[in-house]
C-alpha cells in the first residue's frame, strides 16, 4: 500500500498499549475518554465525538474502541463510545444512537450493524449539521440519499479484496483444486456478501465454490454450519469464513470431524485468537484488517473536521495476509499493522 511520508504510520510507531488495555478492560457502554483541552488554547479546536459501534460481545469491536479510546487520550479530547448489547441488535444500536443525537456532540463516528438501522437517527443528525463519520459497514448509500444523510468519510476495509486475498490464498493451498465452501454472517449483510464475493473471485479454476451458509458471526452457530457443511459435502477441501470467530468455530467442527490438515481454513479479521491458530496451524491463514487503525482514524477525522479541514470521501483500511510464515510478526505488532499504511487524517491534524 502506498503511503505519504507525513500520514505513514507503522508497527514501529506504536504507542503503549497499556492505557488501551485498562480502556478495554473496562468498556462499558457510554464510557468518555480523553480530556478537554483549556478553555481558550491557542489554535485549538476540541470536537466533542460520540460512537456508536457494534456490540463489545465481539472482539473485533473491542480493538475498535481501543483505538479510539488511544487517539482520545493522545489527542485529549473526550469520546463517548455507545455499543449495541450484541453483534445483531439493529434496533438496540439505532435506540443508542437516536439518544445521542439530542446531546451536544459535535462530531459522530458509526459503525452500523447493517446498512440502514441508523438511517433514521444520522437523518436527525444531518439536519442539524453535525459531522458523520461512517467507519468499518458502510451506509447504504441509496438510504442515506433517500433520508438526506450527508457523510464527511468513509473508512473501512475494501471487503472484496480482503476475499479476494483469500480465495488467492486457498487456490495456492489447493494446488490440485477442489470443492470449497463459504460461511458467511447475518444473510444479506453488506460486508459479509463483499468478502464471500471476493473470495470468489479470487479462487482459481480448479477451486470451486458448492455452498454458502449464513452463521450470523457466531462461533457456536459457525461450528454448526461447518458440522452440516461436511455431512453434506465428504470431499471438502476448504472453507472461507467471513470473519475469525466464526473460523474458529469452523477449525473446531474440521477437527471435530478428523479432518483437521485435510480441509483449509481461511478467515478474515485479524484478532489474536485467530492469529494464535494461524502460528499453531488450526487456521491455515487470516486476511487481518485492522479495527484498531479504523477506530483510530475516526476520532481523527473528527479532529480534522473540527478544524475545517476537506476529508477524503473514502480511506481504505489496511488488510494484511497473515499465515504461519508471518504470525510472529503479526502477533508482535496486533493490534496494529505489522506493515505502514496510509492515513491521510493523520497530515490533517498536525
Not at 9 to 16: C, E, F, Y
Not at 58 to 72: L, S, V, Y
Not at 230 to 243: C, K, M, R, W
Not at 278 to 283: I, S
Request: aromatic letters at 4%.
Amino acid at each position: 500500500m502506498m503511503a505519504n511520508t507525513r500520514g505513514r504510520r507503522t508497527a514501529a510507531l506504536s504507542a503503549v498499549l497499556a492505557a488501551g488495555a485498562l480502556a478495554l478492560a473496562a468498556c462499558g457502554s457510554g464510557e468518555t475518554t480523553g480530556a478537554t483541552p483549556a478553555a481558550g488554547e491557542a489554535g485549538t479546536a476540541a470536537p466533542k465525538i460520540a460512537a456508536v459501534i457494534k456490540g463489545l460481545d465481539n472482539p473485533f469491536f473491542q480493538t475498535m474502541k481501543q483505538g479510539m479510546d488511544d487517539q482520545a487520550a493522545t489527542a485529549k479530547v473526550p469520546v463517548t463510545v455507545q455499543a449495541a448489547n450484541a453483534i445483531t441488535d439493529t434496533t438496540g444500536q439505532a435506540d443508542k444512537l437516536n439518544g445521542l443525537a439530542g446531546q451536544d456532540f459535535s462530531c459522530y463516528v458509526v459503525n452500523p450493524i447493517s446498512g440502514t438501522n441508523l438511517v433514521q437517527g444520522l437523518a436527525q443528525l444531518s439536519a442539524q449539521n453535525k459531522t458523520v463519520v461512517n467507519i468499518d459497514s458502510p451506509i447504504d448509500a441509496a438510504a442515506a440519499k433517500s433520508a438526506n444523510v450527508k457523510l464527511a468519510t468513509y473508512i473501512g476495509t475494501d471487503n472484496v479484496e480482503a476475499g479476494k486475498m483469500a480465495g488467492q490464498r486457498m487456490t495456492e493451498l489447493l494446488a490440485d483444486g477442489g470443492n470449497v465452501a463459504a460461511i458467511g454472517g447475518i444473510a444479506g449483510d453488506v460486508t459479509s456478501g463483499a468478502r464471500v464475493e471476493g473470495f470468489q473471485q479470487g479462487l482459481g479454476p480448479k477451486v470451486k465454490m458448492v455452498q454458502t451458509v449464513a452463521a450470523n458471526w457466531e462461533r457456536q452457530t459457525a461450528l454448526t454450519a461447518a458440522t452440516d457443511v461436511l455431512q453434506a459435502h465428504p470431499d471438502l477441501a476448504g472453507f472461507f469464513v467471513a470473519n475469525d470467530d466464526m473460523g474458529l468455530g469452523v477449525a473446531r467442527a474440521v477437527a471435530n470431524a478428523g479432518k483437521a490438515g485435510k480441509v483449509r481454513v481461511i478467515s478474515v479479521d485479524g484478532i489474536k485468537d485467530a492469529l494464535n491458530a494461524v502460528k499453531a496451524g488450526t487456521l491455515d491463514g487470516t486476511v487481518a484488517q485492522y479495527p484498531y487503525a479504523i477506530g483510530l482514524m475516526g476520532v481523527e477525522a473528527c479532529q480534522a473536521a473540527a478544524t475545517g479541514k476537506t476529508l477524503p470521501a473514502s480511506v481504505k483500511a489496511p488488510v494484511e495476509l497473515v499465515t504461519k510464515d508471518n504470525a510472529d510478526k503479526a502477533l508482535a505488532a496486533t493490534p496494529k499493522p505489522f506493515g505502514s499504511y496510509d492515513d491521510p487524517f493523520a497530515s490533517l491534524i498536525k
